[in-house]
């Protein structure tokens, strides 16, 4: 049996996500509810908050005590988490880490002129997850970064998706191990479609 820790459960997509594991097979601990367990196979960081007073246009100028904030929420919070469980990482079977995210961070795709706090803040996630990735990938470490689509796919079936593309391999090109889709830092949504960072 698999263990899953899930950084926190406080939404329908995080209960749903949670309800999917345990349906699976799997047992799935809450950081800050359950007893420290001894080994994590899949570890999924679920921060992606956002802010009302992130409606800042580039005109209006920057709020830097909200940038600060969000960043501190989606970066800062999110690193140390995976800081404090990474001995038990280590001592997991399936070294897969797992982190939301959302298209309206990408650079190339962004169409908004306005919520520049979560952007930045996901944008410096992506970082983040580029240098973990770096660091980690030679020990066996996996990572899905997806986006649960919020507002636009109903919770339960974006959780569907989810547990899907966090549990699965992605596939070896002609059987050729040097074009292993696995050493790619990717982003997909709900609808299974990849995205630029």
Same mark, same amino acid.
């Not at 949670?18 to 007893?35: H, I, L, N, P």
């Not at 994590?40 to 100028?61: K, L, P, Q």
């Not at 988490?81 to 650079?107: H, N, T, V, W």
């Not at 002129?113 to 973990?132: C, E, I, N, R």
């Given at each position: 049996?698999?263990?899953? &820790?899930?950084?926190?459960?406080?939404?329908?997509? *995080?209960?749903?996500l949670?309800?999917?594991?345990?349906?699976?097979?799997?047992?799935?601990y809450?950081?800050?509810?359950d007893?420290?367990?001894d080994?994590?196979d899949?570890? =999924?960081?679920?921060?992606d *908050?956002?802010?009302a007073a992130?409606?800042?246009? =580039?005109?209006?100028g &920057?709020?830097?005590?909200?940038? *600060?904030?969000?960043?501190r929420?989606?970066? &800062?919070?999110? !690193?140390?988490m995976?800081e404090?469980? &990474?001995?038990q990482?280590d001592?997991?079977d399936?070294?897969? =880490?797992?982190?939301?995210?959302?298209a309206e961070?990408? =650079?190339?795709?962004?169409?908004?002129?306005?919520?520049?706090?979560y952007?930045?803040?996901?944008?410096?996630?992506h !970082?983040?997850?580029? !240098?973990?990735?770096?660091?980690?990938?030679?020990?066996?470490?996996?990572?899905?970064v997806?986006?649960? !689509?919020?507002g636009?796919?109903?919770p339960k079936?974006?959780?569907?998706?989810?547990f899907n593309?966090?549990?699965?391999?992605?596939?070896?090109?002609?059987?050729d191990?040097?074009?292993?889709?696995?050493?790619?830092?990717?982003?997909?949504?709900a609808?299974?479609?990849?995205?630029a960072?």
């Amino acid at each position: 049996m698999k263990n899953i &820790l899930i950084t926190k459960q406080s939404n329908a997509f *995080e209960i749903s996500l949670a309800k999917v594991f345990r349906r699976e097979g799997y047992t799935v601990y809450v950081a800050g509810v359950d007893e420290p367990v001894d080994k994590i196979d899949i570890y =999924i960081d679920v921060s992606d *908050e956002r802010d009302a007073a992130d409606n800042f246009t =580039i005109r209006d100028g &920057l709020d830097e005590g909200v940038i *600060e904030k969000v960043y501190r929420a989606n970066v &800062l919070k999110s !690193m140390e988490m995976l800081e404090k469980y &990474l001995p038990q990482l280590d001592k997991g079977d399936g070294k897969r =880490i797992c982190f939301l995210s959302s298209a309206e961070a990408s =650079i190339n795709e962004t169409r908004d002129t306005d919520g520049y706090a979560y952007k930045l803040s996901k944008a410096a996630l992506h !970082m983040f997850l580029q !240098m973990v990735a770096n660091r980690l990938t030679p020990g066996g470490y996996t990572y899905r970064v997806y986006d649960p !689509m919020h507002g636009e796919v109903e919770p339960k079936a974006s959780a569907e998706g989810a547990f899907n593309y966090f549990t699965r391999r992605r596939g070896t090109e002609n059987d050729d191990p040097k074009r292993d889709d696995e050493n790619r830092l990717v982003l997909r949504d709900a609808l299974g479609r990849e995205h630029a960072w």
